[in-house]
Nanobody
Framework: QGPLVESGGGLVQAGGSLRLSCAAS????????MGWFRQAPGKERELVAA????????YYADSVKGRFTISRVVNRNTVYLQMSSAEPEDTAVYYC?????????????????WGQGTQVTVSS
């Protein structure tokens, strides 16, 4: 296993909720920005949500605003993605990411660490 391990993926019905967790290990991530990307079959990887090192600044893709919430527990090296009002379009592999910069970025190449991904499937 790498330094970032996702859990919580699975099958959920449209309109339902799911919470993804990411446990980071190997170092302290207190000064790292963290986030979640997703990739659906045939589509490019996109940043879903990100949070800066202190947790005071967050970013959300337009497609998930008002439905998803990112949070982190710094002293536990953990970041969460609460998914609500799930839609079939949310079906994808979700990746936890971390970057040494304190602020988040929308560019995949700016992230230094990636989890192996967890599958989320939303049925209609």
């Amino acid at each position: 296993q790498g330094p970032l391990v996702e859990s919580g993926g699975g099958l959920v019905q449209a309109g339902g909720s799911l919470r993804l967790s990411c446990a980071a290990s190997g170092r302290t991530y207190a000064s790292y920005a963290m986030g979640w990307f997703r990739q659906a079959p045939g589509k490019e990887r996109e940043l879903v949500a990100a949070i800066n090192w202190r947790g005071g600044d967050t970013y959300y893709a337009d497609s998930v605003k008002g439905r998803f919430t990112i949070s982190r527990v710094v002293n536990r090296n953990t970041v969460y993605l609460q998914m609500s009002s799930a839609e079939p379009e949310d079906t994808a592999v979700y990746y936890c990411v971390a970057r040494t910069g304190r602020d988040s970025s929308r560019r995949p190449d700016d992230y230094d660490y990636w989890g192996q991904g967890t599958q989320v499937t939303v049925s209609s």
